[in-house]
């Protein structure tokens, strides 16, 4: 009976330990951002995540060129990209894609073919603010790429999430004056050995939203690193605060800020988390998270 119970318990654990799937090598890339060193600045956010051996464009900056031209700069190959995420509809995340789209297929029929985005991304809204939506979506599928739409956390890549929409459970309004109409906002979640890494265009959802659902999903894991925008260039000091403070109880080891978490935000984020200029900076265009090693936010940044 006692080898029974042993073996039964054996058997519970056993698959425990089996489903954490983990990212050995992770390389994040900004290539579009407001701190432009190379490359041209854009109120607008992109960046190309390489996940063990395996490419994703996340966003596409604000103008349709910005992308194009900073990757052209970078030495960036995009061709054999064929996954792309939308964080959510606003034009400074979208607005790159149908060029991108189109200058790659040339080389690649297949690159930036496949478009994730989060339930409510083609939800009309009476504000109006969804009126290039339609447009692209039909420029986009007229090239034949095809929609994902993610109603929750996915896996799309062993270790590799998408949170799909966030549950809003704190109090965050990091979203533009009016009511919280962007549901589809969300964000890509890598599991590591060392921790989670999170990668956000805009959150919208929440910075502390977002980093719950990613706890969640990934079991509790502590927070490794924090890439992206937050939409707190102008929040309140307090909120700041609150925030930093949530983020350094989560256990953050890395900040790459860009986009619109601002540089006053950054600065006082490094502050209440006790990180330091060598692990929390504002990125330029071309900053790096490389997981092993840290980021690069480049050289006028660091
Ligand atoms: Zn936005
Ligand atoms: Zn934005």
């Given amino acids: 009976m006692k080898r029974l119970l042993i073996v039964l318990a054996a058997a519970l654990l056993i698959p425990q330990v089996a489903l954490a799937a983990q990212v050995q090598a992770l390389k994040v890339t900004v290539l579009s951002t407001m701190l432009a060193e190379p490359g041209l600045g854009e109120w607008g956010y992109a960046a190309l995540v390489e996940v063990d051996g395996r490419k994703i464009l996340y966003d596409s900056g604000a103008r349709p060129e910005t992308v194009l031209g900073n990757a052209r700069e970078l030495g960036v ?19 790159g894609i149908v060029t991108l789209r189109k200058a790659m297929m040339a080389k690649n029929p297949k690159a930036l073919s496949r478009i994730h985005v989060g339930e409510g991304f083609f939800q009309a809204t009476n504000t109006g603010t969804r009126a ?44 533009p004056p009016g009511p919280d109409a962007i549901p589809e906002d969300q964000a890509l979640v890598f599991e590591t050995a060392e921790g989670t890494v999170i990668l956000t265009g805009c959150g919208h959802a ?14 509790g894991k502590p927070l490794l690193g924090l890439i992206g925008g937050l939409h707190i260039f102008d929040a309140s000091d307090a909120r700041l605060d609150w925030t930093g403070a949530e983020l350094k109880a989560a256990g953050v080891k890395y900040l790459l800020m860009g986009h619109c978490t601002g540089l006053e935000a950054t600065w006082r984020l490094r502050q209440a988390t006790g990180l330091t200029r060598k692990t929390a900076a504002y990125g330029a265009n071309g900053s790096t998270f490389i997981l092993g090693k840290g980021i690069n936010p480049g050289r006028i940044a660091g």
């Fill in 132 to 175: 290039g939506v339609p447009k692209l979506r039909s420029d986009l599928e007229a090239t034949g790429a095809t929609f994902v739409i993610h109603k929750g956390p996915d896996e799309l890549a062993p270790g590799v999430w998408l949170t799909g929409p966030v549950p809003r459970v704190t109090d965050e309004k990091n979203y």
């Fill in 206 to 219: 929440g910075a502390i939203n977002i980093v719950r659902d990613a706890s969640k999903i990934t079991g």
């Fill in 77 to 95: 190959d995009l061709s054999d990209v064929e996954d792309v995420i939308l964080s959510h509809h606003h034009g400074d995340h979208t607005g």
